[in-house]
């Protein structure tokens, strides 16, 4: 399996939800449930990525 490609994949994935996290958070708050649901589907991903790059 291409490892390289599903990482940057995955990359790809962890930079278009850290724009939405942060543009929810300026926008709505820290607080609000939509920027606390994308902080931890960001959490979800970047644990992934950790994952698979030390595999």
């Keep these: ?4 490609y ?3 994949e995955l ?3 962890i ?3 850290r724009q939405l996290l942060i543009a929810a958070g ?3 708050g820290i607080h ?3 920027t606390l649901q994308f ?3 960001l959490d979800k991903l970047i644990l992934q990525f ?3 790059s030390s595999s």
Aim: no cysteine.
């Design 1 to 4: 399996m291409n490892t390289g």
């Design 6 to 8: 599903l990482d940057e």
């Design 11 to 13: 990359m790809m994935q």
């Design 15 to 17: 930079d278009d939800l």
């Design 26 to 28: 300026m926008k709505k």
């Design 32 to 34: 609000d449930l939509e």
């Design 39 to 41: 902080s931890e589907e």
């Design 50 to 52: 950790q994952l698979l």
